[in-house]
């Protein structure tokens, strides 16, 4: 199972210094960064990514949008490249939920 977690800033007064706080906990939580804004975090079961919501819900700030979803690694396997292709860290983990090196 996977989260993602999508940022929409704003250009309101103090939302850089929170988001860039807010950023620096997504990847404190073992999030990485799929593409511009968008964090991702591969989580064994439903209760582990429902705790790490939780988690990040105190840390989300006040300005912008923070959208987060849930998906199955069979459903992530589903997303089509339009343009590109899978990053080293893609490939690396896979749908695997650990890497031996």
Not at 15 to 39: D, H, I, N, P
Not at 56 to 71: C, D, K, N
Request: proline letters at 5%; hydrophobic letters at 40%; aromatic letters at 8%.
């Amino acid at each position: 199972m996977r989260i993602l977690v999508m940022l929409a800033p704003t250009n309101a007064r103090g939302t850089k210094t929170a988001y860039t706080k807010f950023r620096k906990k997504l990847v404190s939580c073992g999030f990485v960064m799929l593409q511009a804004e968008v964090y991702m975090k591969v989580v064994p079961n439903r209760e582990v990514a429902r705790t790490q919501l939780s988690t990040l819900e105190r840390y989300a700030p006040p300005t912008g949008t923070v959208r987060a979803f849930t998906m199955t690694e069979r459903q992530f396997a589903a997303v089509r490249y339009l343009t590109g292709g899978p990053d080293y860290q893609e490939r690396m983990v896979g749908a695997k939920k650990q890497v031996d090196l």
